[in-house]
């Protein structure tokens, strides 16, 4: 599966952006997708992730409430829908294919190769 991350850019707080990754090759509806970000001089984070079939949806919860993840296996793209974006969700946003939505990093498999989100105050 390869991936491809679209959509980051500079936001004023309180804005809202859109994540796509769109995946090609093996059957993208057979991957749970997760997006995570890594902030400059921070450790990669979990952010949201989901189900193959869309079905379930984990947050967290620094995100939580803020942030949608969905999927259109009919499009092989998983987005991320942003809001009320703070200057701390500041980072580089990958998406990520793997067997189960998991939170933790080493679960994925495919690796997009980064968005840039900046938000500023």
């Known amino acids: 599966v390869q991936l491809q991350a679209s959509g980051g850019g500079l936001v004023q707080a309180g804005g809202s952006l859109r994540l796509s990754c769109a995946a090609s090759g093996r059957r993208f509806n057979n991957y749970s997708m997760g997006w995570f970000r890594q902030a400059p001089g921070k450790e990669r984070e979990f952010v949201a992730a989901i189900s193959p079939s869309g079905g379930s949806t984990y947050y967290a919860d620094s995100v939580k409430g803020r942030f949608t993840i969905s999927r259109d296996n009919a499009k092989n793209t998983v987005s991320l829908q942003m809001n009320s974006l703070k200057p701390e969700d500041t980072a580089v946003y990958f998406c990520?294919?793997?067997?189960?939505?998991?939170?933790?990093?080493?679960?994925?498999?495919?690796w997009g190769q980064g968005t840039l989100v900046t938000v500023s105050s």
């Open positions: 990520a294919a793997g067997p189960r939505p998991d939170t933790t990093q080493r679960t994925y498999n495919y």
